[in-house]
């Protein structure tokens, strides 16, 4: 087994391609254990180079909605009565620390996305 470290996009580009070739291979063999060795060099490259940013609050609660086809109605143990939740989803409300805590406990929405920074819009 020939591996070695991804440190180039060059690296990249060839464990990719290597990749390829082993999708269809067993598991526990010899090439399935190169499989998952390049896949997990692979994934520690991607995360250090092309790092994914969280969402701000008001999208993450919206695609956790989405997801889980919840309803202003399930939010409201979480956040407070309906005219609160819409202020929220809305913009114009903040997310308070016990809302937050209650938002990452029951939908597991990450509380680094919670606690970002919201995405300001302007209205003219």
Do not use: C
């Not at 391609?17 to 390049?38: A, F, H, P, R, Y």
């Not at 008001?58 to 086809?69: H, P, S, T």
Request: aromatic content about 4%; hydrophobic content about 40%; glycine content about 4%.
């Amino acid at each position: 087994m020939d591996i070695k470290p991804i440190k180039t996009d060059t690296d990249y580009r060839a464990a990719l391609k290597e990749v390829e070739t082993l999708m269809m291979t067993k598991s526990n063999t010899l090439e399935g254990e190169k499989l998952d060795v390049l896949v997990t060099l692979i994934e520690a490259y991607e995360h250090k180079h092309f790092p994914l940013d969280l969402p701000d609050p008001v999208e993450a609660i919206k695609f956790e909605m989405e997801q889980k086809g919840l309803t202003v109605k399930d939010l409201e143990p979480m956040i407070g009565k309906s005219n609160r939740v819409y202020e929220v989803l809305n913009r114009k409300r903040s997310l308070t620390l016990k809302m937050i805590w209650k938002l990452h406990q029951e939908l597991g929405i990450p509380a680094e996305s919670l606690i970002k920074q919201p995405i300001q819009t302007h209205i003219n």
